[in-house]
């Protein structure tokens, strides 16, 4: 019997469409027998320099095609892939790289420098450890087009189990640390066979996500799975007037943006004169979409399919609410995606009922197998078979969905997902501050902007340019406040815990999306 696994998955695809485009960026265009022929290459050569399968690799890189390469040459010999944000600094990169106990890291030569300020601290890699792409990288590094060419193009042949791990996905941790949620080939391909957006080989898709993203490791899954061509946009910024320009030359015909892309893109005064006619397909997902950007996206869009999903690294895609119901179930994030079971919570762990909020959990083939070496955080994620990343939720009578709040206190900002925790223990080792909390306030451009009230220590002054300047020095830069009030105190509750839900009320009282 065939494994679900995603070497497989690419080879069935070159099977069918050898000559057919598969990815696009900044004009270099690869056939899927040109795509399959560097992955194979790439996987020999690791098993040549003798990684084998089960080893994990760290990947640190903007956009690119390479980027798919490297996932699919791991899938292919059974290696696991640590995607890594390249928005984070030193120590950020050294906890990932060191806690999923990286044997090597492949990277993009723009990130040397940075690199270089780390590498004594990154402890498993060892010789041969580190692969350069995009130019040089330090004496001894490998070369990964030097290691492709000396490689053989057939298929490695290694026999992976669709059980074992692809890739581990870091989320942003409720401790302050990075979760590492693990997901396995089956679960990654049965996601992409159940997506309820019918993409087929007449589909051009435009991937703008930072690949390092769960929802762009899957849609370029997806995206192989069903003989798509997937133009990828690069990383490092927005462009909503390029984006534009792509969607009419590469005739796009569908795309996943997060709220604050449309945001940008339905600003434009000048946007009719671009031609979007080849769009059929829109998906917006990783944050709220408030009911007025919803109206703006149809009307600008008029012949697209719009469609919003509820998900995450952890439970894949959970729901997805369809183009009919986009007027008739506002606020709402759809029914249960196929093969998905949804149960709504209460604290004492009691099924509610329609209307009620409680915490969602969801079930499916295509969620993951559980955290990285942290068997805590599985304890809390899971309820049985079930598992839950803290949204609060309700459902009506007819089986929708809708995300009410969150259980802990996380960020949505741009689509990144942002745990104040973190940047409360960055700002806590200021010498001036006494007492932190960070929240997110509602932001037009991003969705939530992170705000920090801090309580200064006795006697002293400190400023707001003073604290920000202070957490880029500890922090990547979407982590950190983009404003700072001093209060005189706190809410607390009886045991002497913030509480930020009270802080966040000032903020939210006047908005429809309170998450």
């Given at each position: 019997?065939?494994?679900?696994?995603?070497?497989?998955?690419?080879?069935?695809?070159?099977?069918?469409?050898?000559?057919?485009?598969?990815?696009?960026?900044?004009?270099?265009?690869?056939?899927?027998?040109?795509?399959?022929?560097?992955?194979?290459?790439?996987?020999?050569?690791?098993?040549?320099?003798?990684?084998?399968?089960?080893?994990?690799?760290?990947?640190?890189?903007?956009?690119?095609?390479?980027?798919?390469?490297?996932?699919?040459?791991?899938?292919?010999?059974?290696?696991?892939?640590?995607?890594?944000?390249?928005?984070?600094?030193?120590?950020?990169?050294?906890?990932?790289?060191?806690?999923?106990?990286?044997?090597?890291?492949?990277?993009?030569?723009?990130?040397?420098?940075?690199?270089?300020?780390?590498?004594?601290?990154?402890?498993?890699?060892?010789?041969?450890?580190?692969?350069?792409?995009?130019?040089?990288?330090e004496p001894g590094d490998l070369v990964y087009e030097d290691l492709l060419?000396?490689?053989?193009?057939?298929?490695?042949?290694?026999?992976?189990?669709?059980?074992?791990?692809?890739?581990?996905?870091?989320?942003?941790?409720?401790?302050?640390?990075?979760?590492?949620?693990?997901?396995?080939?089956?679960?990654?391909?049965?996601?992409?066979?159940?997506?309820?957006?019918?993409?087929?080989?007449?589909?051009?898709?435009?991937?703008?996500?930072?690949?390092?993203?769960?929802?762009?490791?899957?849609?370029?899954?997806?995206?192989?799975?069903?003989?798509?061509?997937?133009?990828?946009?690069?990383?490092?910024?927005?462009?909503?007037?390029?984006?534009?320009?792509?969607?009419?030359?590469?005739?796009?015909?569908?795309?996943?943006?997060?709220?604050?892309?449309?945001?940008?893109?339905?600003?434009?005064?000048?946007?009719?004169?671009?031609?979007?006619?080849?769009?059929?397909?829109?998906?917006?997902?990783?944050?709220?979409?408030?009911?007025?950007?919803?109206?703006?996206?149809?009307?600008?869009?008029?012949?697209?399919?719009?469609?919003?999903?509820?998900?995450?690294?952890?439970?894949?895609?959970?729901?997805?609410?369809?183009?009919?119901?986009?007027?008739?179930?506002?606020?709402?994030?759809?029914?249960?995606?196929?093969?998905?079971?949804?149960?709504?919570?209460?604290?004492?762990?009691?099924?509610?009922?329609?209307?009620?909020?409680?915490?969602?959990?969801?079930?499916?083939?295509?969620?993951?197998?559980?955290?990285?070496?942290?068997?805590?955080?599985?304890?809390?994620?899971?309820?049985?078979?079930?598992?839950?990343?803290?949204?609060?939720?309700?459902?009506?009578?007819?089986?929708?969905?809708?995300?009410?709040?969150?259980?802990?206190?996380?960020?949505?900002?741009?689509?990144?997902?942002?745990?104040?925790?973190?940047?409360?223990?960055?700002?806590?080792?200021?010498?001036?501050?006494?007492?932190?909390?960070?929240?997110?306030?509602?932001?037009?451009?991003?969705?939530?902007?992170?705000?920090?009230?801090?309580?200064?220590?006795?006697?002293?002054?400190?400023?707001?340019?003073?604290?920000?300047?202070?957490?880029?020095?500890?922090?990547?830069?979407?982590?950190?406040?983009?404003?700072?009030?001093?209060?005189?105190?706190?809410?607390?509750?009886?045991?002497?815990?913030?509480?930020?839900?009270?802080?966040?009320?000032?903020?939210?009282?006047?908005?429809?999306?309170?998450?």
């Amino acid at each position: 019997m065939l494994q679900l696994t995603v070497g497989n998955a690419l080879t069935a695809t070159v099977e069918h469409f050898p000559g057919k485009t598969a990815f696009v960026f900044e004009g270099k265009r690869v056939t899927y027998a040109q795509f399959e022929e560097r992955v194979n290459r790439l996987a020999n050569g690791l098993l040549a320099k003798g990684f084998k399968p089960g080893d994990r690799v760290a990947i640190l890189a903007f956009n690119c095609i390479e980027y798919y390469e490297i996932l699919f040459a791991l899938g292919k010999v059974g290696m696991v892939a640590a995607p890594i944000n390249f928005r984070l600094v030193g120590d950020e990169i050294v906890y990932i790289v060191n806690h999923c106990d990286a044997k090597a890291l492949i990277y993009e030569a723009r990130f040397k420098d940075a690199l270089d300020k780390i590498r004594g601290h990154l402890g498993n890699i060892g010789l041969n450890g580190y692969i350069v792409f995009g130019g040089e990288g330090e004496p001894g590094d490998l070369v990964y087009e030097d290691l492709l060419a000396g490689a053989d193009s057939s298929d490695p042949g290694v026999q992976v189990d669709e059980k074992t791990t692809w890739y581990i996905g870091y989320t942003s941790g409720t401790t302050g640390r990075p979760k590492g949620a693990m997901r396995s080939h089956r679960c990654s391909v049965l996601l992409a066979m159940n997506m309820p957006i019918n993409l087929t080989e007449l589909d051009n898709i435009l991937m703008i996500m930072p690949i390092f993203h769960s929802n762009s490791i899957w849609f370029g899954l997806i995206g192989v799975f069903q003989g798509t061509t997937t133009v990828i946009y690069p990383s490092g910024g927005f462009d909503p007037r390029e984006i534009l320009e792509i969607i009419e030359k590469e005739k796009i015909t569908f795309s996943s943006l997060v709220p604050t892309m449309y945001t940008l893109i339905l600003s434009l005064p000048d946007k009719e004169k671009y031609n979007t006619d080849s769009l059929r397909n829109l998906l917006t997902s990783s944050a709220p979409l408030t009911s007025r950007t919803k109206e703006q996206i149809l009307e600008f869009f008029k012949n697209v399919n719009l469609f919003e999903g509820y998900g995450a690294t952890e439970t894949g895609a959970s729901t997805m609410l369809l183009p009919e119901f986009q007027y008739s179930k506002v606020r709402s994030c759809g029914r249960a995606a196929p093969l998905t079971r949804i149960m709504i919570l209460d604290e004492n762990g009691r099924k509610c009922g329609p209307g009620e909020v409680g915490e969602l959990y969801a079930c499916s083939p295509s969620m993951f197998e559980g955290y990285c070496k942290q068997p805590e955080a599985d304890k809390k994620a899971f309820h049985g078979e079930f598992a839950s990343v803290g949204d609060m939720a309700k459902v009506d009578e007819e089986g929708f969905y809708y995300i009410v709040d969150r259980k802990n206190d996380m960020i949505i900002s741009g689509g990144e997902n942002i745990y104040p925790t973190e940047i409360d223990d960055a700002l806590a080792k200021h010498p001036k501050v006494q007492q932190v909390a960070v929240i997110g306030v509602p932001d037009e451009k991003w969705g939530e902007a992170v705000k920090a009230i801090i309580i200064s220590e006795p006697g002293v002054e400190v400023t707001e340019a003073e604290i920000i300047a202070f957490s880029k020095e500890h922090l990547a830069g979407y982590k950190c406040p983009k404003s700072v009030e001093f209060w005189d105190s706190l809410p607390t509750n009886p045991t002497g815990k913030i509480l930020k839900r009270v802080i966040r009320e000032k903020y939210w009282e006047d908005h429809e999306a309170k998450i």
